[in-house]
């Protein structure tokens, strides 16, 4: 079946002047959505550094020891790791722990998704990320890799433990900023109680939660202007103490000053690592939110923005300690001159409600991620942008987090606590990042072992002192993110079990084509007019919700359709690449298969015209069918060959779509087999649902064409009277219950929590969007 991807946009040329302008917008865009976190830090740093045993150090050769820490951590993760290094590992422009999970999937056998197909992988050639490596020499360790499936699993779970983390920062950035910029009122209203400062913030919170339904769009060019004035103004306040203060506090960028840090503080020092930690907290949104804009972007917002502003503050914060060591708790607003105080103030506070938005927005592209890839209960997706990918807003997570950092600021009430959570929650979601970039690195970018072991070795030795740093906070409220990612990667990880498991059943008791070939073309049931969807998650076969429907109801629609809608390990689909249709049986049967494959930053929409996209690609298959087989040795094919229609292409020559009234006289029209009885109740339930009336305003004409193959005009003809007697959507309503010879772990895993997800979370038919009023559910149970 010969098939070629016309019309393509290769010969039209872009302006220069138009994408250097495209580039601008949305650098300029990306400081809303990306750096707000990454821009409040210097709010509470220096006061978590200096926490602990650490302030019994007031000598100027350890505040410049720290500035120098904050420096080369703040130059070397986000500077050289991500911006020049991490940044260049997208997926097609997606970011995440879970595109380097795709990556990875893509170029190895290491997906656990079960029902994969070779035509799957023909999509990432078409994304320009050239031919995957999977049919290149294996290396050992990649043959290694693949040949364990538990080593696969263990990827996994490390996986959903570094998106599970990225779930925890979205629960504490918004604490912990709005929370440190609320508390600097104190440094002018002595008297302002902790209580009313906790009161205020949750305010505030609860506003910001409230905000993003508004979409990821909206809020950036809400939120752009005040990070872009916050950063201006904390790097001219920066550059007005380091002038002031201390115009030698330059000498710390040396890091022999973190040698001497080191030598004189001892244990002190180390421990006080997790607070410089939080100088880089937000960095990982950079990747994390690479889908809402382009890496370029973010790289110049980095370079020509953030970085000089952040050091000059910084400096200047180390040059006022070192005069002023006595206002360490509220450095940064004690730093501030008396003269712009409250304008800079109130640009804080809105700041930190910018910085809360960056991890928020991260956090619904990971939970989208993690839903596409079958490991999160299925939730409402709300595509907030028309124009451009990964703009989603995700209500029930939107609360849930709102929860969570309520409960959060109302519990703890301090930053430096708030911190240490806060401080572990990004280090471990840097440190996945770090292992996984280094086996991109190796599978992907097919560099030498050497250069895989350093980056590994390199920046999972910075992180790891961190990380050992951090821990040492874990009773100091350090528990919390992972308590949090432990209840989250639980409810992941039961989900993706509980699927998969569904999926081996339904592959294991699927239909045997012999048993539909013995029962001949009728399928031994009444045949009665219509298109049956069957749902499915099978990409071969007949599903046993089949036989049950026909054994308890003896009746069937003249055309069978079998849908399956799954995702696949590429960030989008594009349309002229989503359906693959394939034919069930001899033709005779009238029965077909259609898979509707979506990336995994792909939101299906509401589309009213699925119906008729479907049937014009059956019609298109039909055709390609007859074209490259000689005639009458496609009956002999039984579970056939399965072809990508582009729907672009082609795609209305065989079938004419028309509106009803613009239908004339008989021509090749098909009329409707119904009766004069079925036609008026018909009538009836469209006036009575205006929606339905709406859908069915389209009807199919047979061009005039001298077919070569009466065959291929009688099955056309067949479809088309099917489709205008009407669609009826069947899925299973599936009981999931695990075997009586299981183990206890499995009965829990499957009969309690997976249940309990199932029951609460969307239904398919919801998530799929089927019409409610042609939808037939048969209620099965799976022993699995």
Aim: with cysteine; hydrophobic share 45%; net charge positive.
């Amino acid at each position: 079946m010969d098939q070629e991807i016309g019309g393509a946009s290769g010969g039209q040329r872009v302006n220069p002047r138009a994408q250097y302008r495209q580039l601008l917008l949305l650098a300029y865009q990306s400081f809303g959505v990306v750096y707000g976190d990454l821009s409040t830090s210097p709010l509470y740093v220096y006061k978590s550094v200096f926490s602990g045993r650490l302030r019994d150090f007031q000598d100027e050769d350890t505040i410049y020891g720290v500035l120098s820490l904050i420096f080369w951590t703040f130059t070397l993760i986000p500077l050289v790791k991500y911006v020049l290094i991490v940044l260049s590992a997208d997926d097609n422009g997606e970011g995440g722990t879970f595109a380097l999970y795709s990556l990875l999937c893509r170029h190895a056998k290491f997906s656990l998704l079960p029902n994969q197909q070779a035509a799957d992988e023909e999509l990432s050639t078409y994304y320009g990320n050239g031919p995957t490596t999977r049919n290149l020499p294996p290396s050992p360790l990649r043959r290694f890799l693949e040949k364990h499936k538990r080593l696969r699993t263990v990827l996994l779970l490390v996986v959903l433990f570094g998106a599970c983390m990225v779930i925890g920062d979205g629960v504490l950035t918004p604490a912990i900023s709005v929370l440190s910029s609320i508390s600097g009122l104190q440094v002018r209203a002595k008297k302002l109680h902790d209580g009313a400062v906790v009161v205020i913030s949750c305010i505030v919170l609860v506003g910001l939660f409230a905000l993003q339904h508004w979409g990821t769009q909206k809020v950036a060019f809400l939120f752009a202007p005040i990070v872009i004035l916050w950063l201006l103004s904390i790097g001219a306040i920066g550059l007005y103490n380091i002038i002031h203060w201390n115009p030698g506090v330059y000498r710390a960028l040396n890091p022999y000053y973190i040698f001497k840090f080191f030598r004189k503080t001892g244990v002190a020092g180390w421990i006080s690592l997790g607070g410089v930690l939080l100088s880089i907290t937000g960095t990982e949104a950079m990747f994390a939110d690479l889908g809402h804009f382009t890496s370029m972007s973010i790289r110049l917002a980095f370079v020509g923005v953030i970085y000089p502003c952040l050091v000059l503050q910084y400096m200047g914060q180390a040059a006022y300690l070192s005069k002023n060591f006595a206002d360490v708790p509220t450095v940064f607003y004690e730093s501030i001159p008396k003269a712009v105080f409250w304008p800079v103030f109130l640009v804080a506070t809105l700041a930190a409600i910018v910085a809360s938005q960056a991890v928020i927005s991260a956090t619904f592209s990971i939970v989208k991620q993690c839903h596409s890839l079958g490991c999160f209960p299925r939730v409402k997706v709300v595509h907030t942008s028309r124009w451009i990918y990964g703009q989603i807003y995700i209500p029930e997570i939107n609360w849930i987090l709102m929860v969570l950092c309520l409960a959060v600021t109302v519990g703890f009430r301090d930053t430096t606590i708030i911190g240490h959570a806060y401080g572990i929650a990004c280090i471990f979601v840097m440190f996945v990042t770090t292992w996984l970039m280094a086996l991109v690195i190796l599978f992907v970018w097919q560099k030498s072992a050497w250069f895989s072991l350093s980056f590994l070795v390199f920046f999972g030795a910075i992180e790891g002192l961190y990380l050992s740093s951090s821990i040492m906070k874990f009773p100091q409220g350090g528990w919390v993110p992972v308590a949090l990612s432990f209840i989250f990667m639980f409810v992941m990880y039961v989900w993706h079990y509980g699927t998969r498991r569904k999926y081996l059943f339904d592959l294991q008791n699927k239909v045997s084509m012999k048993w539909i070939l013995n029962l001949g073309p009728s399928l031994g049931i009444v045949r009665v007019p219509g298109i049956g969807l069957i749902y499915t998650e099978l990409v071969t076969g007949v599903p046993a919700i089949f036989s049950h429907f026909v054994t308890n109801l003896p009746a069937f629609h003249q055309v069978l359709v079998f849908v399956c809608v799954k995702s696949v390990p590429v960030p989008h689909v594009p349309p002229e690449e989503r359906y693959l249709i394939g034919r069930i049986g001899p033709r005779a049967y009238r029965m077909y298969r259609c898979i509707v494959r979506y990336g995994y930053k792909d939101v299906p929409k509401d589309e009213e015209n699925f119906e008729n996209h479907l049937i014009l690609s059956i019609a298109e298959f039909i055709q390609m069918e007859a074209d490259s087989s000689p005639s009458g040795s496609v009956d002999s094919s039984l579970d056939g060959r399965m072809a990508v229609i582009r729907t672009s292409d082609g795609i209305g020559s065989r079938l004419i779509l028309r509106n009803d009234a613009d239908v004339a006289a008989p021509g090749n029209i098909v009329r409707s087999s119904k009766s004069e009885t079925l036609q008026n109740l018909q009538m009836l339930y469209e006036q009575e649902s205006p929606s339905l009336k709406t859908r069915r305003r389209v009807r199919f004409e047979i061009p005039e064409a001298p077919y070569q193959d009466p065959l291929v005009k009688e099955e056309l003809a067949a479809l088309v009277e099917a489709k205008h007697a009407g669609v009826a959507y069947v899925m299973g309503h599936s009981y999931i219950k695990a075997r009586k010879n299981s183990s206890f772990l499995k009965k829990f895993a499957i009969d309690v929590a997976y249940s309990f997800l199932r029951k609460n979370c969307r239904g398919p038919a919801v998530a799929l969007n089927i019409p409610h009023i042609s939808l037939i559910e048969v209620g099965m149970i799976y022993y699995v």
